[in-house]
Structure formats: C-alpha cells, structure tokens
C-alpha cells in the first residue's frame, strides 16, 4: 500500500499519541516537546502524519505565524526503519499543497546533524544560521523552501525575539547539572525551532537565589551559567513600589493560603523586576507564583506563564509584548521640533553604536538645520517629558527621505517605532510620495524589527519601502509598484490576477495602501455603533480632546456576537457607523482596514488575550458574550485603518452598489464583492 499523508484533528488521540511516541524516539535530535504541543498544533491545523499500512511511520509539526506570511516547520520526523520511502517528501508537499498561500517554508536545523543533503534534496535552501540556546551552544542553519510568490522586497528579518525572564527554578532546569526530574518542559524551551524566538533573561532576585545555593560547585557552575542570558537591571525604587502594590493586592483578593511575606517577598520580586524592566512574561514552575498570576497581570501587567505555555503560544506571546498599543491610551506622548543647539543633549538618548555616535551625531543633526533643504526634525516625548523618539524628514522629488529615525529604550520602544513607521507611511502618501527611504545607518534595533513586518527593505544602508497607492488590478498595482522599484534599483515584482488572499494581505501591507482586488482577499462590511466607533477612530468625533495619533493604535480588536457571517483571513473591512441615538449621528462609512484575526471564545479568555490592543473593559466583552445563546464572543482582530477623507453616506453607497447591480446588508458583519469596497474606497478618497 502506498503512504498516506493524513492531517491530524485535535480529537484524534490515537493518532496524536502516536506522534508523541515516535517524537519521544528522536528527542536527542528534535529537542523536547510535551504532548499538549502536539494538541496544540494539531487543533491549529499544524500536524500531519505519514501512515504505511496503518502505522504512524512519520509526521510534520508545523505552526502558521499570524503576522508572518510562511510556515514555520517544527518538527519534520521519520522513523529511522521506514526511512528512503520518501515519506518526508511526502509530508512536505502535503504542507505545501495545504499552506500554497504563504511565502514559503521555514526550517532550522543543527549543522553538525550532516543531514544539508536531506534538507536540499526536499527542495530547501540554505538562508542563514543562528546560534543555539542551548547549553553547547550549537549554530543552527536556516533552509527556505519556496511557494513561487513574489518575494515583495521583504529582506529585513521580521521575527523578533520574545525576551522572558525565568526565576530560579526554570534557570536550574535548563543550566544546572542535575535538573530536577519534573525540568522536562523547560527543557522544551531550548529545542532549535524555537531558537530565534525566544531569548532569557534574568533579573536580580535569580543572583540572590543563586547566592543560596548550599553547593559549592553547583553554585560556581550556576553563576556561570547566567553570563549566557541577558541581565535586565530595573529602578530598584519602583520594583519596591511594585512589591508594595503587588502585597498589597494578594491580601486585599485574599489569594488562597497565603505565605509568611518572607516566604511571598521573592516570588513578588521576579513579578516586580520582570514589569519594571518593561518585560511582561515571566517563565516559572512554581505553584506559588502560579497562584499570583491574577495579581501579576492586574497590577504589574506581567504574564507568569509556565514553560508549556511558552511553547504553545510563543507567537500570541511575542506579539503582546513587543506591540502594546493599549498602553499608549491616554498617554500623553507630545511632538515638537527640534529646537536650535539642543542636538547635543540629545545624544545621551539617542546615540546608537557604530561611527555616528556621540559628537558626530549631534554635528550631524546641526548639519541638517543649516541644510538647504529644510528639514522636519521632529522630537517625541513622554508624559514625563522624556525624550523617545527623534526623526528628521523632507519631500525629496517623489520619495519621503528621512535621514534621522531613532528610538530610546522604554518600556513601549517596540509599539512607538511601529507607530512612527507606519505614521511616515501616511506621511509620505499625504505628501504624494511613492517611496519612503530612511537613510539612518544607524537605528535602532526595535526600529529594523518593525521595518520588516511593514515590508522595508535594505537599500544603500539604509531601508525603503514602496508606497502604491493604488486600487486596481494585481496588474495595475504591480505596474506602478514596478516604476518606483526601478527607480530604487529593484527588480520588479509580477502579480497575477486569483493572488492568494495571504499572499495579497502581505501585498497590501507592503504596499500600504495599495489594494489588489481581483486577488482572492474577501471584503466585508461592518456594522457598529457610533460609541464603539468613537472610541475606536474618534469617528463621530468626541467633545473631549483625544490623546495624539501616537495614543491611537494602528491595531485593534472589535467584539461583537460570536455568530459566523463567512469571516476569514486576511480580509479587508469597510466599517459602517449605525444610526445612533439622534438622528444626526451614524449611518456612513467611515474608513476601512485590514482583517487579521478571528477568534471566538469565551469572553474572558478574549480579553486575556486581545487585552495589549484595545479600549474594551472585560464587562463590557462580558456584556457582549450575555446577549449571545453561547455565552461566547466573537473577536476581530484588525490593524492598518484608514479614516477616508470623505465620510460616504448610506444615500451614496445604496447608490454605488445599485450601480453595479450588487446588494448588501447592514444587519450584521457580511460578505461584499471587492467592486464595491473599491468604489467604496475610491468614494471615500474622491476629492470633488
């Protein structure tokens, strides 16, 4: 009989144990991995076996990153008696068949394995290497194997790192020389898929701790272990007020059998380290910690999650804490020019390494005062006055140049430099720019993290990025994309009409705000009510002064009924603002945005979950689940708005549907044809 390559559903317990199994074989070379993973990718749609004559002889574990378009390849196990039946092969065309909408596959792989002929053979090739986090620090090579999309320019890595602290028990699992026999899934931590997603960190507390060690050599060897983690040292004055905060709260919810406080103080001092750091996943097997987890969140904003949790949830994680757009609302971050002879106290905030630090980056920042050309030089600072962000810009013929884009560390680093990249994307498209090209060698690695998920490019130094404002064809959009690549010294990208809808979502974000509408991305319009709507895009607008554009998130998350109307993802939604409560008030559309994410659940597991994104109180999604039969919720995930100039009115869009002979609902979130959201759009960006 010939080999079968089955998907694995997450009831399918024979079929899952039988992975585990054959995994459990391999671990040497896989790494570890707890059977919940397994579980875990299966009801995510990430596991396949490979069966021959019933037997489980092989499988595929592989994860579908939400804001990278690429499969992320896990594991990829054969057993050794049934190997040269091309199984793998197998699996992997499987995975290609399923997942042909994204980029490509991604895998990584020890190198001294020797299995580069194996991997080449599959068709993969060699895209980089990274060093492992594990105790012999092994390197590990990239492979790539490719679905045949366009590639979009997209050269700058996009998959930051999710920086964890551990406290000591964790750190003992996966550095000392006997862990403990319960350290199996913090050894799960170091297997080589997760190698440049997560990095450890330790704080204070684990060097008392380690100083407590009673042995001798177990202590020296500890000690030396941590040089390889990364040491975040916080304000020791507001970790004590985080303490206090935090004691103060685990008495006042009367958390079950509480500790003697000098039993409690370290467990509240990793949770208090970890916040005052800026971090907000702390990594711990221990029950007490685990007990104060609602305080942690509540007060300190910090995630103690288990080692397993790490694992199945690695992207939900990473992108919490490295996008925290909610904690931006009600900010009052403030833009004003760089004044006259103030370069040089700018320095201590922004001086990055390389040749453009200290004196040559104050004369350099002189320089573009006295230029010709007359430069925005533009200062972001904090509620506290603080200085954040500093970035420089100017119309140059058709592209929007900045020459200066750097940001200090803060805790919301990350979120700030999305935001400033994507606020200069809509700069540029105001000012008639094709192309932003930031010609700063030096920014900072939060900002080249960002750049690569908004589709910058390295270019002379520096990065770029294309700005297509076009809603057409994939031919149309790509010819216009292909003018400015020319001038940038780019090869063309070809777009094909029937795009994948994860292909075009990568399009449509890379080329903001370029829209391809006759790729296979579906349009939808949405429903809502003005104070949701206020709340959301301060559209109608409020009576009260809104915090600047820097406090409205580019991302957000919108609850309603957790009934399905076809949603799927990506997608692009055209939100409509009902009647309200006068007359006066809704019944337009007011702008659109890109569709991410769908999930429902119930309403507290979506708050945990959405909670970094948006305006919503966990009553208010509590509310929303309470008028639903299934006591459920449904949330959108949705980033990238735009507000249209021209707000277009029920009268005009009953108008340009029945022109085209089309009809839509206002009832509930619904499927539209993309002909209407395109003149929709163009509508709302009409000038007379």
């Not at 201590?348 to 005062?369: I, M, N, P, V, Y």
């Not at 003018?483 to 780019?490: K, M, N, P, V, W």
């Not at 080329?511 to 579906?522: E, F, H, R, T, Y």
Request: with cysteine; proline share 5%; net charge negative.
């Amino acid at each position: 009989m010939a080999i079968k390559i089955m998907p694995v559903a997450e009831t399918q317990a024979e079929l899952i144990d039988a992975a585990v199994a054959l995994g459990d074989r391999y671990t040497k070379t896989l790494g570890l991995l707890t059977p919940p993973a397994y579980r875990k990718h299966a009801s995510d749609g990430g596991l396949l076996v490979a069966v021959d004559e019933g037997e489980v002889i092989g499988y595929a574990l592989f994860g579908l990153p939400k804001r990278s378009p690429h499969v992320r390849l896990a594991h990829l196990c054969i057993a050794k008696e049934h190997r040269g039946k091309g199984a793998a092969r197998l699996l992997v065309e499987e995975i290609r068949h399923r997942h042909s909408d994204r980029l490509g596959i991604k895998a990584k792989c020890r190198r001294d394995y020797g299995l580069s002929d194996m991997w080449t053979s599959l068709g993969f090739v060699p895209q980089g290497e990274v060093r492992g986090r594990g105790q012999d620090g092994e390197t590990l090579d990239g492979w790539w194997l490719d679905h045949g999309h366009p590639d979009l320019f997209a050269d700058v890595e996009s998959e930051a790192l999710l920086v964890v602290t551990v406290d000591h028990g964790v750190f003992a699992d996966l550095r000392g020389r006997s862990p403990a026999s319960e350290a199996a899934q913090s050894r799960a931590l170091e297997a080589g898929w997760l190698a440049d997603l997560i990095e450890f960190a330790f704080t204070p507390q684990l060097l008392h701790d380690l100083r407590a060690i009673a042995d001798t050599a177990e202590r020296k060897h500890q000690r030396a272990a941590s040089h390889g983690l990364r040491r975040v040292t916080p304000d020791a004055e507001a970790v004590a007020l985080r303490c206090h905060e935090m004691l103060e709260a685990a008495r006042t919810a009367e958390v079950h059998d509480l500790p003697a406080e000098s039993e409690l103080m370290p467990r509240l001092q990793y949770v208090a380290e970890t916040s005052c750091a800026g971090l907000q996943v702390l990594v711990t097997r221990d029950p007490l910690l685990m007990q104060l987890a609602d305080v942690a969140w509540s007060i300190a904003r910090v995630k103690v999650v288990a080692p397993s949790a790490v694992t199945l949830h690695v992207d939900e994680l990473r992108q919490a804490q490295m996008y925290r757009p909610a904690d931006l609302m009600g900010t009052e971050f403030r833009v004003s020019k760089v004044s006259p002879r103030a370069e040089a106290e700018l320095v201590a905030f922004f001086d990055q390494s390389g040749g453009d630090s200290g004196s040559a980056f104050a004369k350099r920042l002189q320089a573009l005062a006295a230029d010709t050309v007359v430069w925005n030089r533009e200062l972001l600072r904090d509620g506290q006055g603080r200085p954040v962000a500093l970035y420089a810009w100017a119309m140059d013929g058709r592209t929007l140049s900045v020459p200066v884009l750097r940001t200090a560390a803060h805790p919301l680093e990350e979120t700030l430099a999305r935001q400033l990249l994507f606020s200069l994307k809509r700069l540029g498209r105001e000012c008639g720019a094709q192309a932003v090209r930031v010609t700063d060698a030096f920014p900072s690695p939060a900002t080249k993290t960002a750049a690569g998920d908004d589709g910058f490019f390295e270019h002379d130094g520096g990065l770029a990025s294309l700005l297509v404002d076009v809603g057409g064809t994939a031919q149309e959009v790509a010819a216009v994309a292909g003018e400015t690549a020319r001038e940038l010294g780019r090869e063309e990208t070809a777009l094909e009409a029937g795009l994948p809808a994860e292909v075009a979502g990568f399009v449509e974000r890379a080329w903001w705000p370029a829209k391809v509408m006759d790729s296979l991305m579906p349009s939808f319009l949405v429903p809502i009510e003005p104070r949701w709507s206020t709340e959301l895009f301060n559209t109608p607008a409020t009576l009260l002064p809104r915090p600047d554009e820097l406090g409205i998130s580019r991302e957000h998350v919108y609850y309603r009924s957790s009934g399905h109307r076809g949603e799927s993802v990506p997608a692009r939604l055209l939100w409509y603002v009902s009647r309200g409560s006068s007359h006066e008030e809704g019944q337009m559309v007011i702008g659109c945005s890109q569709l991410d994410e769908v999930v429902i659940d119930a309403p507290d597991a979506l708050h945990s979950k959405f909670e970094h994104l948006g305006v919503y109180g966990r009553e208010q999604v509590r509310a929303i689940a309470r008028r639903d039969a299934s006591g459920r919720a449904m949330a959108l995930r949705f980033s990238d708005t735009e507000i249209f100039p021209r707000m277009v009115p029920l009268r005009r869009l009953n108008s340009l549907a029945k022109g085209l002979g089309l009809q839509f609902s206002l009832q509930s979130l619904s499927k539209i044809s993309n002909r209407l959201f395109q003149a929709v759009y163009e509508e709302g960006h009409r000038r007379t």
